[in-house]
């Protein structure tokens, strides 16, 4: 088994529809930084991006 590190972006968000602050996980920054500037529609919304290093284990065959 062979441990390599890879990146995900967290983008914590408030959802003002529902009054609660959740959070989505993606792949690259440019889908992350899209849907957080779609998450800031209104004056109380809020959303922060944070990279994240992941240790995902892979199994040889």
């Known amino acids: 088994m062979e441990n390599q590190l890879a990146?995900?972006?967290h983008v914590t968000y408030f959802d003002a529809d529902?009054?609660?602050i959740r959070?989505?996980?993606f792949?690259?920054?440019t889908e992350a930084e899209r849907f957080a500037s779609r998450s800031c529609v209104g004056e109380e919304s809020w959303?922060?991006?944070d990279e994240v290093a992941v240790e995902q284990?892979?199994?040889a065959a």
């Open 18 to 20: 529902c009054g609660r």
């Open 47 to 49: 959303a922060v991006i």
């Open 57 to 59: 284990a892979r199994i």
């Open 27 to 29: 792949d690259s920054r």
């Open 7 to 9: 990146h995900e972006l």
């Open 23 to 25: 959070n989505e996980s």
